[in-house]
């Protein structure tokens, strides 16, 4: 198979990868499955650690999908892990699942890969057209075989939603064609672009509108090399996290995005109840009352929203707080919101707690205040709930002491 070269570019893509942890598949979704290594269904840190290895070594020394198939089995026995799978037997389920991660892995870092080499400005000064190629898979969809042959620009937007693969176990490519090639095709330019009209569905997990795209599986909308190259997270800045003990702090860190200017009706009087500013909090996310809600964030991920965030002990009125450390931040609660829904930045790391080392997830976000004060609010996470919300008017230089572990998304500045 194709899929099975390995080359420096499907590598790289790889190994600047995170590990993230996941209960389902789309925990994380679309251009966050760029910055993340994720398996469904694996919380386990070391677990995650051996796949994301099994998959590196089938990329790096292309040894194919059997020998993963004896990795995959090596760390189910050795964990237990009880996945899910379709299959009547074990021996189905287990080769139905490890083709999954396999293909799923292989198919994208190649195709990253792939996208980096074609637009290349010396590859596209000879070859500046692409050709939707199918798979000729036997059962195909429909929609991809209807563009098999299709030729655009390799700058048309099109590929920016429909660049493959496509789909769960999509083996579609591209060509990238010359304008001779062009003129023994009997064109004398690109193909009209397809009709890429969405049509509105629903997050599953969020419940939030979003848009689908015919013919393309949920999640997949979107160019996994173009957003390598240039996507949620600047190429200078994509580094895998480092491991426990080793330094992790990034070097050489740009300023953090300009802050915002925040309006005068994101902050509260300082006279409400602790559970009304709860209240303000959980509005920002279009919740209500006891409502529980799910958010994904900027960088494809998803977290739990409730009241619980801020109860504690006996869950009265007089146990809501933003903070046990710190005080009068009620008023901030729209902001500390914001630091969730439009973050400066999302880094993970890791973190200390009363079971043992978690993984981290911490939203930073600056606003300049009407009254002129800058204001941070640093809101962590972590799988055993969220344990700090800070906030704080330090000059740039100590801001970076937030900034540490791997960067996995950062806002775009205008």
């Not at 480092?242 to 300023?255: D, E, T």
Request: with cysteine.
């Amino acid at each position: 198979m194709a899929d099975q070269i390995p080359f420096q570019e499907a590598i790289d893509f790889l190994r600047g990868k995170v590990n993230l942890p996941t209960k389902k598949y789309d925990d994380v979704l679309r251009q966050g499955q760029v910055r993340a290594f994720t398996v469904a269904g694996v919380t386990r840190d070391d677990m995650l650690s051996d796949f994301r290895a099994a998959t590196e070594k089938a990329r790096i020394e292309g040894t194919g999908f059997n020998e993963f198939r004896k990795d995959f089995d090596a760390i189910v026995d050795r964990t237990g892990w009880a996945f899910n799978a379709r299959g009547e037997t074990d021996e189905d389920r287990r080769d139905w699942r490890a083709r999954i991660i396999y293909t799923t892995n292989m198919r994208t870092s190649y195709m990253a890969g792939r996208w980096a080499r074609l637009t290349d400005p010396d590859v596209l000064k000879y070859r500046p057209y692409l050709q939707y190629v199918h798979s000729g898979a036997e059962h195909p969809r429909l929609q991809h075989l209807a563009w098999n042959g299709l030729v655009l620009s390799a700058t048309d937007p099109a590929w920016t939603i429909m660049y493959p693969p496509n789909g769960w176990g999509c083996g579609c490519d591209v060509k990238a064609l010359s304008r001779r090639d062009l003129a023994r095709l009997g064109k004398d330019g690109p193909d009209p672009a397809p009709n890429l009209e969405p049509y509105e569905s629903f997050d599953r997990r969020t419940g939030r509108p979003e848009l689908r795209y015919p013919g393309i599986d949920r999640g997949w909308d979107y160019n996994v090399g173009q957003e390598w190259l240039g996507g949620i997270v600047p190429k200078e800045l994509r580094a895998p996290l480092p491991s426990l003990g080793q330094p992790a702090k990034p070097v050489n860190l740009p300023p953090m995005p300009e802050p915002v200017t925040a309006s005068a009706s994101d902050i509260l009087p300082g006279d409400r109840r602790p559970d009304e500013y709860v209240d303000a909090f959980l509005a920002r996310f279009g919740l209500r009352g006891n409502e529980v809600g799910y958010h994904r964030d900027a960088s494809g991920g998803v977290i739990a929203i409730s009241r619980s965030l801020f109860q504690a002990g006996s869950k009265t009125e007089q146990d809501f707080s933003f903070s046990e450390a710190s005080e009068g931040q009620g008023p901030f609660a729209r902001l500390i919101a914001d630091a969730i829904i439009k973050p400066d930045e999302i880094w993970v790391d890791w973190a200390s707690a009363a079971t043992g080392i978690v993984l981290r997830r911490s939203y930073l976000r600056r606003v300049l205040l009407p009254d002129g004060r800058t204001f941070l609010v640093r809101f962590q996470w972590t799988k055993l709930g969220w344990i700090a919300v800070s906030r704080a008017t330090a000059p740039d230089a100590a801001l970076d002491t937030f900034r540490t572990g791997s960067l996995i998304y950062r806002r775009p500045e205008a």
